[in-house]
C-alpha cells in the first residue's frame, strides 16, 4: 500500500472552498447586478411612459379634441356640414401616437399589474384616434347626421373614460420603484 501524504489535502481542500467561496460570491454579486440594472429599466420605463402619457394628455387638451368632438356631435344633431379634416393636420394623421410605448412593447411586462391598465388606455387612446382618422378621411360618409352624432358622442364618451384611467395609469407608473 501507497503511503498517503495528509499534508497533500490541506491545500487541495482550501483550493476547493476558495473555489466555491469565491463562485458564490461572485453568483450573487451578478444576481444583485440583474436584479438592480432591472429595477431601473423599470423604473426608466415606467417615468419615461408616465411622461408621454401627461404629453399627451396636455396635447389632447390644447388642441380641445374632446371640445370638437362634442361640437362636430351637435352639428351633425342639428345638420350642419361637419368640418373634421381641421382636427388633423396631415402629419397628425400619419403621426404614430405614444411612440415610448410603442418603441417598448417588448418591455412593457417588466412593469408588473401596471401595464393592464396602461395596455388598455393605449388601446382606447388608438381606438378614438383611429375613429377620428376614418371620420377625416371619409369611412363614415354613409352615416346620416344622427348617426354621425352618435359616434361622436360615443368617443367623447370614451374620451373621458380614458382621461380618468391616464390619471390612474400615469400615479401607477410613478410610483414603480
Not at 402619457?53 to 368632438?69: E, M, T
Request: aromatic share 6%.
Amino acid at each position: 500500500m501507497a503511503n498517503f501524504e495528509w499534508t497533500v489535502l490541506i491545500p487541495l481542500v482550501s483550493g476547493m472552498v476558495g473555489t466555491l467561496v469565491g463562485g458564490g460570491i461572485s453568483y450573487v454579486a451578478q444576481s444583485r447586478a440583474r436584479e438592480a440594472e432591472l429595477s431601473w429599466r423599470r423604473k426608466s420605463l415606467a417615468q419615461a411612459l408616465a411622461a408621454e402619457i401627461v404629453a399627451f394628455q396636455r396635447i389632447v387638451a390644447r388642441r380641445d379634441l374632446p371640445g370638437r368632438c362634442k361640437a362636430a356631435a351637435d352639428s351633425a344633431r342639428a345638420g350642419d356640414e361637419i368640418a373634421v379634416r381641421e382636427w388633423l393636420s396631415e402629419q397628425d394623421g400619419k403621426m404614430e401616437v405614444l411612440p415610448i410605448y410603442h418603441s417598448n412593447l417588448g418591455n412593457i411586462g417588466l412593469l408588473g399589474p401596471a401595464c393592464v391598465d396602461l395596455v388598455t388606455f393605449v388601446g382606447q387612446v388608438e381606438a378614438i384616434l383611429t375613429t377620428i382618422r376614418g371620420v377625416h378621411d371619409g369611412l363614415y360618409g354613409n352615416l346620416n347626421g344622427g348617426q354621425l352624432a352618435n359616434l361622436f358622442e360615443g368617443e367623447l364618451e370614451l374620451w373621458r373614460v380614458s382621461e380618468k384611467l391616464a390619471t390612474k395609469v400615469v400615479a401607477d407608473l410613478r410610483a414603480i420603484t
